[in-house]
């Protein structure tokens, strides 16, 4: 991708409208038309520093207009997954493990700023690929970089994880150190394909590990310019390797090969447990598993209810409803349910959607057909067993024909213990029920086995206090309007799951993220 010539303001996901200026159009349009030219040529996996071509591939199509093809993929093996663990083992002890870590922050900061560099070709790309709108997309970019910072402040501010420790004798020298573990595998999903491999495979990298990066196969594309500005910024051959391919055959080496030191997993509560048993064999690894949300917001009687509708169509409808942190849930206190029901769907129709790539649309497509016919069957469903307020509807004839468009969707009337009150839908479909009280809802949020963010609007401080006292939530919001439950960013809203939603107990952006990547040694030297 080329160079970006022009400056905007920092774009986060709390900070979206300012973006949206002249300048900042004019450089995401510039883009637009860079990356058409690039588009459609052959990529294979990143091995060792070479480009690795395979015998069969897979075409990358965007989700807005199928019939443009992105690019082709590699259609990996295993024995591409094992010639990449091989060459990331070989750059761990030949290169990476030992070299000081300072020269690793370098390494991880010049990769933040090449990102930063091409932030509008990256974003540009995402809308095309992911179908994020433009100031979603950016977002992503700019997170990804500001989260390489974050963590290599971290090291900074922990001078390379080494403390000094008591001593039992003035001969005696104790430390405690951190040191890696080897070669780790980072697994990344379609909704954020820059943030969620960038910031993990930079954390790995940091601790001293070497990687090797799956992308979903929805998005290699931006998974292919992630390895780029990691080679542009001169890591050494081996050290970062890209492998693309099916889940049956690169994905599951890359899970059973005893070869791999760790891995790090973001995508369903399904596939999430299943690799959390599956991958350590013969003694327990390091596998951590970012997983899913079922995220409610609470609506009081006390709420401003114009920030509270706000706050809960960009969590509910932002990318789609395809965040793992997506509003799904909303409980409302009766007495001012009619009205902010009301005020929601009139918002919610007003929703702008069509291609993601034009600064009009705030609403793009879902990620591919398995979406588009999944969001039929849970409307099917809402409509049977409740009552479908707006939305319900997939959008047909031009500029719809050729891609994944629907309309946003709010459900009510459903039974409190409904199947879609559990189910993770990542769809823009979202539900509402009434409810009598503050302990109510209270009680009803907490009814999920996952534990991601959650979300309150209330003027009531005592309502607050025990919200934050006993949500079951490892993200959670007050009166927030630029998202109800999305919206982390990093060293400002640490991001990580509790329950069915994370195995660590450590969230990413936050400041004990880049310790998961090590191991701890107690070190004892007695002087003469």
Known sequence: MAETRSAAPKVTYATLAAGQTPEFNKAYDEAVERVRGTLGKTHGHIIGGREVQAKETFADTSPSDTRVVLGRFASGTRADAQAAIASARKAFESVWRDLPWRERVASIRKTASVIEKRRFEIAA????????????????????????????????????????????????????????????????????????????????????????????????????????????AGLPDGVFNYVTGPGGSVGDELVTNPG???????????????????????????????????????????ADLDAATDGVLKSAFGLQGQKCSACSRIYVHHSVARQFTDLLVAKTEKISIGDPVKKENWLGPVINKAAHDKYARCVEIGRKDGRILTGGETLRGEPYDHGFFVRPTIIAGLPSDHRLTHEEMFLPITCLWEVDSFDEAMELANKTGYGLTAGLFSRDASEIKKFFDRIEAGVVYVNRRAGATTGAWPGINPFGGWKGSGSSGKSSGGPYYVAQFMREQSRTLIRD
């Open 260 to 302: 791999v030191d760790g891995l790090l997993f973001t995508g369903s509560r399904e596939v999430g447990f299943d690799i959390y048993r599956k991958f350590p064999r013969s003694y327990p690894k390091p596998c951590i598993a970012e997983m899913g949300g079922k995220n409610p917001a609470i609506v009081s009687a006390s």
């Open 125 to 232: 790309l995402m809308s095309m690929e992911v179908g994020k709108n433009r100031l979603e997309a950016m977002g992503d970019g700019q997170e990804t970089a500001d989260l390489m910072n974050y963590y290599c402040a971290q090291v900074e501010r922990h001078q390379g994880y080494e403390e000094p420790m008591e001593r039992l004798s003035d001969k005696e020298d104790n430390r405690d150190v951190l040191r890696p573990f080897g070669v780790w595998v980072i697994i990344s999903p379609f909704n954020f394909p820059m943030a969620l491999s960038g910031g993990p495979s930079s954390g790995a990298l940091l601790g001293g590990n070497t990687v090797v990066f799956k992308p979903a196969s929805d998005t290699p594309m931006t998974g292919y310019a992630l390895a780029e500005c990691y080679r542009e």
